[in-house]
């Protein structure tokens, strides 16, 4: 974030995307009077609207724009005015057909939806920056303008185009990392392998789809070209706003949820004012609160501090299989723990349901049934809990506990041709962070190679198939000088090119972690084997498992049965000044539980607070102030230990708080 270039309103942001062009000119006013009763003020507007502020080519009709602003701004509701990027109209497909994305089957897609754009094309890049200047220029001193809002959802429906002009794109972008050294491509992508040795840069393409295994190399640089691609669409927008109003702060929604790995939010986090993120429940997640907390830790990581929650939903989505409706109190909740984990603002998609097109179905600040519902009674409720909570704003949460989160590893451990199908990133990152959550332990997200690690006691590596030589070295140090590391299974494999260092496994970590390992013995779907040693009775493990021998480290549990019985399952290793653990399976929730919270004691970690179970509990720290959020997740209410004044209610806690079942406190404890 640009500490020169930030949101100037006041408070919590508090509103939704708001696209009055869908409505006739007569509903706006009545608009305007909801927005105002719920509390609402931020809306991002334009979204969406490029077929009708550029009608052909270059013709530019911005009067409803005008008054849209204009009407925003009598009301005293700022505006994050969006590019219209995300959207192009008809008359540019028909004009440049070319421009349209095509798939890796060699289909080309269509218009008539959204994103239907190929991220090379010059075509495109052309035409989104007039449209962007356009706006700028008009825009830049406009009073109502409080925020840019770069494009939407960057790579949500096309991360990729495997076009010839994408070719022709990635074949610059490897000819700069590798220093146009074909030979070095050649090293680099292993390509002795299979005859795949290139004599000329032409013959290089996008990894198609091809009748066997791709090359895993070629995979993971079209990754990491695919986001750097889709980063210069963002930043070449960024730079004709930010030289059209230089003050004027800029951001683009990230996608930071579950289901979304497109991007790699580390590079892109500098290039940008403001962090904000779209965050929605997945219906079949039975704890989908741990996935707010990991996502709103993760966007405060990114962010190092305060960031915007620019979407979530009021009650169901549109685009699942079956879409659930939100529970009475469970949109609160989700706001509030989105505030707890360091937002500073709290919108949503959208401010009024819409009654044609594809998310007619998604719900909305103010939906179909009108204000006589419950979700505009909760909405209304929230305003109110926001404007209570105003002080909040600009504290964060401090942490000593942090995981590594790493792109480059999730894309690589989940290519074709491993050892095991079933291994997936994001799972077995929430698999360790879930017993954190549960007691209340603060947690940060950092890069593998992150230079500051020792401000924290306890640096947790759940999967980090893929490490640099400098990055599993800056682990190394941080060990030795004092630190406690835990390594998850399948963790130091590969190097940054996808190759397997040699010697024995787990590669990189082998020795910070005082073991080798000569095979692995990966498990079948439902297989299991049991544990012992130093582990809850009735210990099991899924998933994995390897043959493990002690080079420094000793044996905390052993595998109890199956082809590894004896050998070592989990080891503890004492390097330099700090301990390096490592967790070669995955145990059961209860003792992966029991183990985590081992190594955080002897790392001498505790919780933010105490709590009782079900109560989520975060800890945000001001300069005058702390503020304690207890959330219930429970549906029986609890009470905690606390003083200072519960701001939601303006109560005075002089030793317990009482959370209400299924709700939430907030508790300023004075410095």
């Known amino acids: 974030m640009n500490a020169e270039r930030h949101l100037r309103l006041p408070g919590i942001a508090y509103g939704g995307d708001y696209n009055p062009e869908q409505w006739p000119e007569e509903v706006w006013a009545e608009d305007m009077r909801l927005m105002r009763e719920a509390g609402v003020n931020m809306v991002s507007v334009g979204i969406f609207s490029w077929a009708l502020l550029e009608p052909a080519e270059g013709v530019y009709d911005f009067s409803r724009l005008d008054r849209i602003l204009a009407l925003l701004h009598e009301n005293g509701i700022a505006a994050d005015l969006a590019t219209p990027t ?28 959204r994103q239907t754009f190929c991220p090379s094309s010059p075509a495109y890049r052309r035409a989104s920056l007039r449209i962007t200047e356009a706006l700028a220029e008009r825009y830049a001193d406009h009073p109502a303008v409080a925020m840019w809002h770069v494009h939407n959802e960057y790579g949500c429906h096309t991360p990729a185009c495997y076009c010839d002009t994408s070719a022709a794109s990635f074949r610059n972008w490897l000819r700069a990392k590798y220093g146009d050294d074909l030979d070095a491509l050649n090293h680099a992508w292993g390509t002795t392998f299979w005859s795949q040795w290139y004599y000329d840069w032409d013959e290089i393409l996008p990894p198609r789809t091809t009748p066997a295994p791709p090359n895993p190399t070629h995979r993971l640089d079209w990754r990491r070209f695919c986001s750097d691609e889709l980063l210069s669409l963002c930043t070449a927008e960024r730079e004709v706003l930010r030289r059209a109003s230089p003050d004027l702060p800029a951001t683009t929604n990230f996608m930071v949820l579950r289901t979304f790995d497109a991007l790699d939010y580390w590079r892109w986090a500098p290039e940008l004012d403001i962090l904000s993120n779209d965050h929605y429940l997945m219906s079949d997640d039975p704890e989908a609160e741990i996935d707010i ?10 962010a190092d501090g305060p960031w915007l929650l620019m979407e979530h939903s009021t009650g169901a989505v549109n685009w699942q299989q079956v879409n659930r409706a939100k529970q009475p109190g469970e949109m609160r909740r989700n706001a509030l723990a989105h505030v707890a984990r360091g937002a ?30 419950q979700i505009w009674r909760d909405v209304v409720q929230l305003g109110r809990d926001l404007k209570a909570l105003a002080e909040v704003r600009d504290t964060t949460v401090s942490a000593e506990v942090a995981i590594v989160w790493d792109w480059d590893a999730r894309w690589a451990l989940e290519l074709p041709s491993q050892p095991s199908g079933e291994l997936r990133y994001q799972d077995l990152v929430r698999d360790w962070y879930t017993p954190l959550w549960r007691t209340g332990v603060a947690v940060d997200f950092v890069r593998p190679d992150d230079p500051g690690l020792d401000r924290y006691r306890l640096v947790l590596v759940p999967s980090l198939y893929l490490v640099t030589e400098a990055a599993a070295a800056n682990l190394s140090r941080f060990t030795e000088g004092g630190g406690t590391l835990a390594v998850g299974f399948h963790s130091g494999m590969v190097d940054e090119n996808g190759h397997v260092y040699l010697g024995g496994y787990p590669g990189a970590f082998r020795d910070v ?3 080798v390992t000569d095979e692995l013995f990966p498990l079948l779907p439902g297989e299991t084997t049991g544990l012992t040693g130093d582990v809850p009775a009735g210990a099991t493990a899924d998933l994995w498992s390897e043959r493990i021998r002690l ?7 052993s595998h109890a049965d199956g082809p590894l019985a004896s050998h070592p399952a989990v080891t503890r290793h004492q390097h330099g000044d ?4 490592y967790l070669a399976t995955h145990p059961d929730p209860h003792t992966l539980a029991d183990l985590l919270h081992r190594i955080r004691r002897e790392a001498g970690v505790t919780p933010a607070h105490e709590a009782p179970a079900g109560i989520e509990i975060v800890r945000r720290r001001g300069t005058e102030a702390d503020y ?7 549906g029986k209410g609890a009470e905690a230990p606390a003083k200072g004044v519960e701001l939601l209610t303006g109560a005075p806690v002089t030793g317990t708080v009482t959370v209400p079942p299924g709700g939430v406190a907030v508790v300023r404890e004075s410095r």
């Open 86 to 113: 995300a959207a192009p109209p008809a008359w540019f497909f028909r004009a440049h057909p070319d421009a349209l994305p095509v798939d890796k089957d060699g289909r080309t897609l269509s218009y008539g939806s």
């Open 293 to 302: 907390a990991l996502s709103g830790d993760l966007m405060r990581s990114l």
């Open 344 to 373: 500073d603002g709290v919108l949503f998609f959208q401010w009024r349901a819409a009654k044609a097109g594809a998310e007619q179905w998604h719900s909305a600040m103010l939906p179909h049934a009108g204000t006589d519902s």
């Open 513 to 515: 972690l005082g073991v």
């Open 551 to 557: 080079t420094g480290a000793q044996a905390v549990a």
């Open 578 to 581: 700090g301990t390096a653990w």
């Open 628 to 634: 304690l959020f207890l959330i219930d997740h429970t």
